[in-house]
């Protein structure tokens, strides 16, 4: 790991005084739980010149919004935002999520910010001597002929095939939740499903996040407390691992027809994959099997998958159905039992 | 707060009980400061990559990857190591449970194996949920809830059996 300034900042804008003031704001990058920050710099892929350590700074709270919804501040751990009563009685989804990622070690150092600005563990992007244009922007991509097991088959590009590996992120970008940012030019609110992009041409610009820009917070409307939930995840073992594919569902029932359904999957794609073609099929019909089987097709039928990872489309749909199914009362309601 | 300069930070941690100072490079972690700076060295450096927990270290009462954690940012935290958990040189019952049922081979995993189970029970005592918890509150402390809880310490001897009785029979002596 190269050598580096560390400076440590007491709030907001301290933080982003000491980022700006940094030599080369490039080579400059906030440090929070340093769950990956820390990893990838051992690695030689972040060779950050500056430091701004950010974990004093007061936005460790979890407040309740006049409007009924949460706020959570950045430097929330994610054993503790998983272990909050607010949280588990209102946001049982994000709470499920978070839990099941990483270890418990990790997930009391890692916070809700840094969460959001996790790098994919595609291994190319990992080995310094693998093209990849995410780390190397022009180099090529390994990963699109290569071991690609893990990769992306939604919203993919000829530049890039990694996805994210976040769990939390998945479960936030189903409730609908959004991201406040302070920057150099002020605050700004973006909604979580922008947050994260496609790679496209720019794989290498993981976030909408602008140099210096910092999260504050995160904030989960009232409209999505209380829904029925359920977070499903299917890995290579039982505990402490990526998703393969994982759901994010809720689901609410009236009439015998479908009055809200949130959906989406982690696993597949560049970005946490709101599934928005299936909820819009869903939309005012009856919650039975075969309309769930239904959705889960049409999300997926742009699914490119690869060499390696063709299993994921299957594996998706299934995923889909069970976890809406569960919700809706015709099939087991955890993972009790099966993959996890 | 500046408090690198010229490559060196001079800092002081709070080990077992006792405030140390030393100055070292930022970039040194928690774990290398630990074994290579503070001559305590019962902390283990297994993966180096927050993969196998052989690191774990409690601090303040919680348990993290030392490997993974930059010792400049861990000032003024309460940080305990396997040599602190028996300072009167009584054992901590995790480690006299451990040499009971056998919780080790090479015992190389041990020291994070037996702090992450101190930190581990604790937070089960406090009624955090885990991945496998029904309905979000924890019941009893179950071979499924134990072994989702320890998941992130790794023992490549498979000593996995002896390190599950010793924390369940802590575990039952500390029920109420």
Known sequence: MNNFTYSSAIDTNSALKLFSESPDANATRFLAGGTNLIDLMREGIEQPQSLVDITRLPLAEVQQLPDGGLRIGAMVRNSHLAAHPLVRQKYPLLSQAILMGASAQLRNMATTGGNLMQRTRCYYFYDGAAACNKRVPGSGCDALEGFNRIHAILGASSKCIATHPSDMCVALAALDASVNISGPSGERRVPFTDFHRLPGDTPEIDTNLQRGELITSIDLPASSSGLPSTYRKVRDRASYAFALVSVAAALRVEGGMIREVRLALGGVSHKPWRASVAEQFLQGKKPTPDNFSRAAAAELAPAVPRKHNAFKVELAKRTIALALSALAGDAPSSNAGGAR | MDVS????????????????????????????????????????????????????????????????????????????????????????????????????????????????????????????????????????????????????????????????????????????
């Open chain 2, 5 to 176: 300069h010229n490559g060196f930070a001079r800092i002081s941690l709070h080990v077992n009980g006792v405030e140390r100072s030393l100055t070292i490079e930022p970039r040194v972690s928690l774990l290398d400061a630990l074994r290579d700076h503070l001559g305590v060295p019962g902390t283990k450096k297994g993966c180096n990559q927050g993969a196998c927990g052989a690191c774990t270290v409690l601090v303040d009462g919680e348990r993290i990857n030392s490997c993974l954690a930059l010792a400049v940012q861990y000032q003024g935290r309460n940080i305990v190591t396997i040599e602190g958990l028996a300072p009167s040189g009584v054992l901590h019952p995790i480690q006299q449970a451990f040499i009971e049922h056998d919780g080790f081979q090479c015992g190389y995993c041990t020291p994070g194996q037996i702090c992450s189970a101190v930190g581990m029970l604790e937070e089960f005592r406090s009624g955090a949920p885990s991945a496998v918890t029904k309905n979000g509150v924890p019941g009893d402390l179950t071979d499924a809830e134990l072994r989702e809880r320890m998941s992130g310490n790794l023992c490549r001897c498979g000593a996995y059996v002896g390190i599950r009785e010793a924390i369940h029979q802590v575990y039952g002596a500390m029920k109420p």
